[in-house]
């Protein structure tokens, strides 16, 4: 019997029977469709991937007019990360121009609000240089990155050691303290940004520091939305569900800690966010059929109880790509097609 050839979730080549393959996409869909409390994958969504994984060739593609658009977060910093000496407008411009970029996004190379925020005055004018230039939508984005503000480098104590000694009640003020921080450099930086001519402002890896995390994002948008009702606020999430580091944080009565996407969408829509962008991270103990099948689960749901277009995280270790430093490319388009076709979302 013909084996199937794919991938683990560590990127690691693996084949599989048809059996094998079916069994992976099934409990792969069951997995998060009791996690989320969501229904699983269809039959034929099943019949679908089957034939993909099938399929020999080493990559695959959407059918045409199934096109979706292709963002890119972090953008100017992924060429100094892997020692490509190029400027900042160097980089976008081989976005535009090499690799077919829909939308761009400059960024500091720390990432984060707090640290962008020292260096607006360098930023403003490169970011205004970029966009005489280039063509597609220009983002500026970054991280909440509530880690940062904690001492001996921030001004908050940090929570990750006040918790292990039993002081829950100063861990939570700790991070609440960090939410106020926090929501300050954002709507200062985007606000800064947009006044500058950015197209939109993105908060990239939301949630990564817990349920303060998200709060603080979800308030910052709120406030800019207020400020500039036409801006386009883009929400990438930084996985499967919100970590309850504080645990009774809550945003219009809803308590945070322990949404999936499908959830996660709702409170990012009443906030105001434009484009939201779940993250579904890779097991990589388990096929990437078992993890593409997950994710897929998690973000057709999201999709059908989204009013917002939906752009799902699909890179290293998110959105059922294996975790290696330059993911394969027949994992890459086999998400991608599986994504793009079952889930119907707008954008990755």
Excluded at 132 to 154: C, K, R, S, W
């Amino acid at each position: 019997m013909k084996k199937i050839y794919t991938r683990m979730g560590d990127g690691s080549v693996v084949e599989l029977s048809d059996s094998e393959l079916r069994r992976d996409l099934e409990e792969g869909t069951q997995d998060a469709a009791k996690r989320a409390n969501i229904p699983p994958l269809s039959e034929d969504d099943l019949r679908r991937l089957v034939e993909l994984y099938q399929c020999p060739d080493k990559s695959v593609g959407v059918e045409r007019g199934k096109e979706v658009v292709l963002s890119y977060d972090s953008g100017t910093t992924k060429f100094n990360r892997a020692n490509v000496s190029v400027s900042k407008l160097q980089s976008l411009q081989i976005y535009e121009r090499m690799l077919g970029a829909d939308t761009m996004e400059m960024g500091h190379m720390d990432y984060s609000y707090k640290a962008a925020k020292h260096i607006m005055w360098i930023e403003q004018p490169e970011f205004e240089q970029a966009l005489l230039v280039t063509i597609p939508p220009l983002f500026y984005g970054a991280m909440p990155n509530l880690g940062l503000y904690t001492q001996p480098d921030g001004p908050c104590a940090n929570p990750m050691e006040l918790l292990p000694r039993g002081k829950i009640r100063e861990a939570r003020a700790a991070q609440e303290e960090m939410i106020e921080h926090a929501v300050k450099d954002m709507v200062y930086v985007g606000s800064v940004m947009y006044e500058s001519g950015a197209d939109g402002i993105n908060f990239d890896t939301t949630g990564a520091a817990g349920d303060a995390d998200f709060l603080a994002t979800l308030r910052a948008v709120e406030i800019l939305k207020s400020k500039y009702p036409q801006m386009c606020i883009e929400m990438g999430m930084s996985g499967d569900f919100i970590l309850g580091m504080h645990g009774e944080l809550t945003y219009d009565g809803v308590i945070l800690a322990g949404l999936y996407p499908h959830k996660q969408v709702e409170l990012a829509e009443k906030a105001g966010v434009t484009i939201f962008g779940p993250a579904i991270n890779t097991n990589t103990d388990k096929s990437c059929p078992w993890n593409v099948a997950r994710a897929a689960t998690f973000i057709k749901a999201c999709v059908e109880n989204s009013h917002i277009p939906i752009h799902a995280n699909v890179g290293m270790g998110v959105g059922g790509i294996p975790v290696t430093e330059t993911p394969p490319v027949d994992s890459v388009s086999r998400a991608s097609k599986a994504l793009v076709e079952i889930t119907r979302l707008d954008g990755l």
